[in-house]
């Protein structure tokens, strides 16, 4: 009875050991690449190589793990260069930790272009990086749907326009939703990264949604279409500007109409923007965006003399392409 508790015993206490063996042989096989990347540009040219030579191995056997806990490193550095080596690992589960890493928790500043992948000396938001890596590794339906639920529960402008950038990087269609949403956004640097998105994707109805911010209740949506309205050519983008250059409600957003016309129209907004300044000669704000205008177009400045710029006009517009 004794010999057989102690042979029960002893077969217990040996796979306890051999557990516990098999634990630490287990922690002990964990890389730790944070450690390795320190060493990859050690001064010591054996230690150099050989951590540089670990890595690459734990990349040509597709190991994702230690460069996905590389990803928790309280070190952005450590993060970037983790980041990179999975973008060298072509499997799913690579792509799918770099997928996480689009949560807007996530995100931190990244020395590095967001295209082109190489360093610089402004920081950008890392989900642009991250984005453009999911993109050259075949994109992924989850990538745009965290980015694009994401956007409205960031902190700040900033971080709203990471957002509408990375969704842009995507070139997913499937972000086509939110990048729309973004053209409404009152930060205008939020409305530029839309703009952008939506070309990247080829979008046909950029112009008709800048358009019909123009009638939005808020102000700053208003200002903001003007703006991005300039960069288009279209006759209605013209038309559009040209009324809310004459009956908008805001002086701030007549007055910035105004200087858009001759971005989208170019010599034909000479006579408009003439015009206006003749019938607001009264209203300072809107005179004197006219004058800048004009100015701005021509190299000349006649101030609020109409007759002097009707006559310069008649004699040099050929030069601009007028008619």
Same mark, same amino acid.
């Given at each position: 009875m004794i010999g057989s508790v102690r042979s029960r015993y002893?077969?217990?206490?040996? *796979?306890?050991?051999?557990?516990? &063996?098999? *634990?630490?042989?287990?922690c002990a096989s964990e890389v730790d690449v944070e450690k390795l990347y320190v060493q990859a540009n050690s @001064?010591?040219?054996?230690?150099? &190589? @050989?951590?540089?030579? +670990?890595l690459e191995d734990l990349v040509q056997k597709k190991d994702v793990e230690p460069f996905a806990r590389g990803l928790r490193s309280a070190n952005a550095e450590a993060r970037v260069q983790s980041i990179l080596h999975l973008q060298a690992?072509?499997?799913p589960e690579a792509k799918e930790a770099l997928i996480g890493e689009l949560?807007?928790?996530?995100?931190? /500043?990244?020395?590095? /272009?967001?295209?082109?992948?190489?360093p610089v000396s402004t920081p950008s938001d890392s989900r642009i990086m991250i984005a453009h890596i999911v993109l050259l590794k075949g994109g992924d339906p989850k990538a745009v749907k965290i980015l694009s639920d994401s956007y409205g529960r960031e902190p700040d402008a900033p971080a709203r326009v990471a957002t509408l950038y990375a969704i842009g990087a995507l070139k997913d269609p499937a972000g086509i939703p939110t990048l729309f949403r973004g053209l409404k956004d009152p930060d205008m640097d939020a409305v530029r990264a839309s703009v952008e998105g939506l070309q990247l994707m080829h979008s046909d109805k950029i112009t008709e949604s800048l358009i019909e911010g123009l009638?939005?209740? %808020?102000?700053?949506?208003?200002? /903001?279409? &003007? &703006?991005?309205?300039?960069?288009? %050519?279209?006759?209605e983008s013209f038309q559009a500007l040209l009324k809310a250059a004459e009956k908008d409600s805001s002086r701030k957003v007549r007055a910035a109409a105004i200087f858009a016309l001759f971005g989208t129209g170019g010599a034909i907004?000479? #006579?408009?923007?003439?015009?206006?300044? +003749?019938? /607001?000669?009264? #209203?300072?704000?809107i005179r004197d965006a006219a004058i800048r205008a004009l100015r701005s177009f021509t190299g000349q400045d006649f101030g609020a003399d109409v007759p002097k710029w009707n006559r310069w006009w008649q004699q040099n517009h050929s030069q601009f392409g007028g008619s």
């Open positions: 002893s077969a217990f206490a040996l *796979l306890w050991v051999c557990g516990l &063996v098999s *634990l630490t042989t287990s @001064e010591d040219y054996e230690e150099r &190589v @050989e951590a540089r030579d +670990k690992i072509e499997s949560d807007l928790t996530r995100r931190f /500043n990244v020395f590095y /272009n967001p295209i082109r992948l190489v009638s939005d209740t %808020h102000e700053q949506i208003r200002l /903001n279409s &003007v &703006v991005a309205l300039t960069g288009f %050519h279209e006759s907004a000479f #006579d408009p923007v003439l015009g206006l300044l +003749k019938e /607001n000669q009264a #209203d300072a704000e």
